[in-house]
Nanobody
């Protein structure tokens, strides 16, 4: 059974940092692309950062470039999203997702992801 479990969310002040973790199981980690998406109240879910594990090809939304970093620990089948210089507009539920074998500009397309975690809340106070 495929499982993705997010952790690390919470309440942080403007300018602070958080590191989200996505622990995965039930599939061959190295074959997958892992994506972080977020959904703020009243808004559509959007791609934040995605990474093809086998070649470390990564995508970042313009709004988070230079502030967020996606990384993986292949021995632990875990992907991290390190978020620095957080802003109130980063407040959202953050979801981890997995898709088999997608690469290049496709990795930001939400509809290609088959498996999703339950989400973790990130709240940035002003």
């Amino acid at each position: 059974e495929v499982q993705l479990v997010e952790s690390g969310g919470g309440l942080v002040q403007h300018g602070g940092s958080l590191r989200l973790s996505c622990a995965t199981s039930g599939f061959t980690f190295d074959d997958y692309t892992i994506g972080w998406f977020r959904q703020a109240p009243g808004k559509e879910r959007e791609a934040v950062s995605c990474m093809s594990v086998w070649n470390n090809n990564a995508y970042y939304a313009d709004s988070v470039k230079g502030r967020f970093t996606i990384s993986s620990d292949n021995a632990k089948n875990t992907v991290y999203l390190t978020m620095n210089s957080l802003k109130p507009e980063d407040t959202a539920v953050y979801y981890c997702s997995a898709a088999l074998g997608i690469a290049g500009p496709e990795i930001r397309r939400e509809e290609l992801y088959d498996h999703w975690g339950q989400g973790t809340q990130v709240t940035v106070s002003s």
